[in-house]
């Protein structure tokens, strides 16, 4: 391992053959990194790393002319005759002097404005020319950390692999990526093939650079990779933006550069600032330089965001084609400050491929055979970029000491301390792990499952679980034993569950699971049960109504090909009623009393909603995402889902082996439900379910379809899934039913428009939604509200102004939630 180590290290830091390399510094001899380096009239080139460093491959000895390109200073071009390999070749690049006076300013417009409406006119004329295309891209990742907190929530972190100094501070991420990727403009598909990619400290080297997730195509009128930023030369820029023509210079081709100062017109609204050069008639980016912050892509934890981008001159199809890139992020989150540079860079382009039907399919990423095993002599003569000495170090220092870190003394030594019984165990739960073999025991704690009732009182519970993880490829196994006891009804009821799964594919999963349960009279759970607490012990108000199951249940489920996916469950219950125990609160009970148990009618407290029964359920459904777009990794699939087309579920249930046969039913619900990106216009969504009973039946109350419903002034909710004023058990039936919910949130392209109030930068959201039953008359809610309200760049809140209407009742107030995305 020592003879390993030493060649790994030695192949990192030796010379290439068949490349120029060197180093690229300014007037003053300071080092500048992310230069393009690449030959005259191709767009086939290299960057600088951070210490200015540079490796430029050629083809072999001959006459060339290298461009060393970088916003900010002048162009240089060096004819060179290399007479043997390797070549050294320095660079000194002098500042560029912008002048406003190469261009005439006695139009009455704004010459910035002319220059960015020209641009936007021909955007498509410049993107058709690369409208299909094939290239190599690598990127690399580097995240460093300062001052990182010794724990976080009274958990040790680590020392991130070995990548800490002893002020805790050093590089804690470094990847490298090297893929071949393939481009189509109309329609637009992308494919993606991992030749190579290494993770520094880790065996499997699967990085997260994935060429499409940092394809920011400013062409595009919004950036998704940036949650949907305006671009500068989007079709609405200027209701984003105002310009300044801060100069002009002329590149090594005699070219006029324009650069543009961008001005957001509202703060922290979905812009970029900074400077985005044109290329002057060619109206054409030349190359950017941006950057934007965590209150602009709604992401608080994040300081600042930047962005780089260079592009070249390609005399083959009279373009300006993307040769660098790079993405700065400075991030805050829980004491944490990681800071670091993802760099990309693009070459080899060939904009004439052979495509085929079967060059694009739903599988967008792929790896080479050994794509993650690549040893250091194919990193060499790969990597275009060539590394810096910290990184060459962390390298070399991560990849000495995994092989330790795997070993069964150093597991064992690292679980001995995490093994370490705590006095708050017992109340927050405790797990003991073997790290070598992959096993945990552990114990929940009762203190973060407590809650409050009006059947049990005040209830807790406590369980135990072993997990087994058998191999890398997603195949484990789980069981569990949970206790739950209500201290006002004094009943234990407990629950064990069995789960295993064989892979990471198609995700094969098989639960088995029986006991004692409280589950709500609407099985699809509308009420939290912290929500339920709260309005009890606060307000006395019980919304949440349950009954007892005592069951036994099997299940399965899987992808069978992809976008189609099965489950199916048999159980066997018996469902008993249940009835109030405590009219316990911390509320004055001469305000107002609890209501009952029973859904039905809140103010019988002595008969229930059902008589107790024993019943059988099986539970057949499919859900197809049509198109669905998937990563295929070396030991996992990732699936992307299609948000050009809707997603469709079926399920059909069957309840049977009740003895009053009147219990028993058959029900078949559909939905389909879709996210649309409108881009600068904003999102739209939607979801419509639909569902019919076979026969209708004098069923059980937990077996009619029912609506969720809220009461709550600030629900913790989906929101394409319930009803803002609608009473939680007010529509149910046995017979026929459907339900709407659409809803468009503008973000800034409607408020964003109107004066002073577009300062405040906040979304206008609206909604509508439907209820119909076979036996009532229609419910329906209209709604208008602000998202993206609160102080600073924390702004979680949305506030809705609702109207409902069933039959001749109409009803309206104000409902507040939580929108994180």
Same mark, same amino acid.
């Given at each position: 391992m020592k003879k390993f180590t030493f060649l790994l290290f030695l192949c990192i830091t030796s010379i290439q053959f068949a490349q120029v390399k060197g180093v690229v510094t300014d007037t003053k001899g300071e080092p500048l990194s992310f230069v393009s380096i690449y030959l005259d009239k191709t767009v086939n080139g290299t960057t600088s790393n951070d210490n200015g460093a540079y490796v430029l491959d050629i083809a072999s000895k001959g006459k060339y002319t290298i461009v060393f390109q970088f916003l900010g200073y002048k162009t240089l071009k060096k004819k060179v005759a290399i007479t043997q390999l390797p070549f050294t070749l320095d660079a000194v690049l002098e500042e560029e002097s912008v002048q406003l006076s190469e261009i005439s300013i006695s139009t009455d417009e704004n010459p910035a404005n002319v220059i960015i409406r020209n641009t936007i006119a021909a955007k498509s004329k410049n993107t058709d020319k690369y409208a299909n295309y094939t290239a190599k891209f690598y990127s690399r990742g580097l995240t460093r950390i300062k001052d990182a907190p010794e724990k976080f929530f009274g958990q040790s972190t680590g020392d991130f692999g070995g990548g800490l100094d002893s002020t805790?501070?050093?590089?804690?991420?470094?990847?490298?990526?090297?893929?071949?990727?393939?481009?189509?403009?109309?329609?637009?598909?992308?494919?993606?093939?991992?030749?190579?990619?290494?993770?520094?400290?880790?065996?499997?080297?699967?990085? @997260?650079?994935?060429?499409?997730?940092?394809? *920011? #195509?400013?062409?595009?009128?919004?950036?998704?990779?940036? =949650? &949907?930023? !305006?671009?500068?030369?989007?079709?609405?820029?200027?209701?984003?933006?105002?310009?300044?023509?801060?100069?002009? @210079?002329?590149?090594?081709?005699?070219?006029? *550069? #324009?650069?543009?100062?961008?001005?957001?017109?509202?703060? =922290? &609204?979905? !812009?970029?600032?900074?400077?985005?050069?044109?290329?002057?008639?060619?109206?054409?980016?030349?190359?950017?330089?941006?950057?934007?912050?965590?209150?602009?892509?709604?992401?608080?934890?994040?300081?600042?965001?930047?962005?780089?981008?260079?592009?070249?001159?390609?005399?083959?199809?009279?373009?300006?084609?993307l040769i660098s890139q790079s993405i700065d992020f400075d991030i805050s989150i829980f004491g944490f400050k990681p800071k670091g540079k993802f760099s990309y860079v693009y070459s080899d382009y060939d904009f004439n491929p052979n495509f085929t039907e079967d060059t694009f399919t739903n599988e967008v990423l792929s790896f080479e055979e050994n794509a993650t095993k690549k040893d250091s002599v194919f990193w060499n003569e790969l990597r275009p970029v060539s590394l810096t000495q910290e990184e060459v170090r962390d390298y070399k220092i991560k990849d000495s000491i995994k092989v330790i870190r795997k070993s069964k003394k150093y597991l064992d030594s690292i679980d001995a301390k995490g093994n370490k019984f705590n006095w708050s165990d017992p109340l927050l739960g405790y797990s003991y792990r073997n790290s070598y073999k992959n096993r945990t025991f552990s114990f929940n704690g009762p203190l973060l499952r407590t809650g409050f009732n009006t059947v049990q009182g005040m209830y807790t519970s406590a369980g135990v679980s072993y997990f087994e993880q058998i191999n890398e490829q997603g195949k484990w196994w789980n069981a569990s034993a949970n206790l739950n006891y209500g201290f006002s009804d004094k009943k234990l009821r407990p629950t064990f569950s069995f789960t295993k799964k064989w892979n990471n594919l198609s995700r094969p999963r098989m639960t088995i699971s029986g006991g004692i349960v409280t589950p709500q009279f609407n099985g699809r759970n509308p009420i939290f049960r912290l929500n339920n607490t709260i309005a009890s012990l606060f307000y006395r108000q019980n919304y949440m109504k349950i009954y007892e199951k005592t069951f036994a249940r099997i299940s399965y489920s899987e992808e069978v090909k992809n976008g189609l996916y099965f489950s199916g469950s048999l159980e066997y219950a018996k469902r008993t009623p249940l009835f109030n125990t405590t009219d316990y609160s911390f509320a004055k009970s001469e305000t107002n009393g609890y209501t009952s148990n029973n859904p039905l009618d809140p103010t019988d407290f002595v008969n229930a909603a059902f008589t107790e029964h024993k019943i059988a359920t099986l539970n057949l459904g499919t859900t197809i995402v049509f198109g669905q777009k998937y990563l295929s990794y070396p030991d996992r699939k990732v699936n992307q889902g299609n948000n050009k087309y809707p997603t469709i579920s079926v399920n059909y249930i069957k309840r049977f082996g009740a003895e009053n046969k009147a219990l028993n039913s058959d029900l078949f619900i559909a939905s389909v439900r879709q996210n649309i990106n409108a881009g600068n216009f904003g999102k739209f969504a939607y979801n419509l379910r639909a569902a019919s009973f076979v026969k209708q039946k004098d069923i059980a109350f937990m077996d009619n379809l029912q609506a969720n419903g809220n009461q709550l002034l600030f629900p913790i909710d989906r929101e394409l899934n319930s009803f803002n004023l609608l009473d939680y058990y007010q529509y149910y039936t046995n017979d026929k039913y459907a339900e709407m919910h659409v809803e468009h949130n503008f973000k800034g392209s409607v408020l964003g428009k109107?004066?002073?109030?577009?300062?405040?930068?906040?979304?206008?959201?609206?909604?509508?939604?439907?209820?119909?039953?076979?036996?009532?008359?229609?419910?329906?809610?209209?709604?208008?509200?602000?998202?993206?309200?609160?102080?600073?760049?924390?702004?979680?809140?949305?506030?809705?102004?609702?109207?409902?209407?069933?039959?001749?009742v109409k009803e309206s107030g104000l409902v507040f939630r939580i929108s994180l995305f």
């Open positions: 805790r501070s050093g590089i804690i991420y470094l990847s490298e990526t090297f893929s071949n990727i393939s481009f189509q403009k109309k329609p637009k598909k992308f494919k993606e093939k991992i030749v190579a990619s290494k993770v520094s400290g880790e065996d499997n080297g699967v990085s @997260f650079n994935r060429a499409e997730d940092s394809n *920011i #195509n400013l062409y595009e009128n919004s950036i998704e990779v940036f =949650n &949907d930023l !305006v671009s500068p030369i989007s079709n609405n820029a200027f209701s984003y933006y105002k310009y300044k023509l801060e100069g002009t @210079f002329y590149d090594s081709n005699g070219r006029l *550069i #324009n650069k543009i100062k961008l001005i957001p017109r509202r703060n =922290n &609204d979905r !812009v970029f600032e900074g400077s985005i050069y044109i290329v002057e008639n060619d109206w054409a980016i030349y190359g950017c330089d941006l950057v934007t912050s965590g209150v602009q892509v709604n992401l608080p934890f994040v300081n600042s965001l930047g962005l780089k981008q260079g592009y070249a001159y390609s005399e083959n199809i009279d373009a300006w084609v109107i004066p002073l109030l577009n300062k405040l930068n906040f979304h206008l959201v609206a909604g509508g939604k439907a209820l119909f039953m076979a036996d009532k008359k229609p419910y329906t809610e209209y709604s208008v509200g602000l998202d993206n309200l609160g102080f600073g760049k924390y702004r979680f809140l949305r506030v809705a102004y609702v109207n409902a209407q069933y039959g001749d």
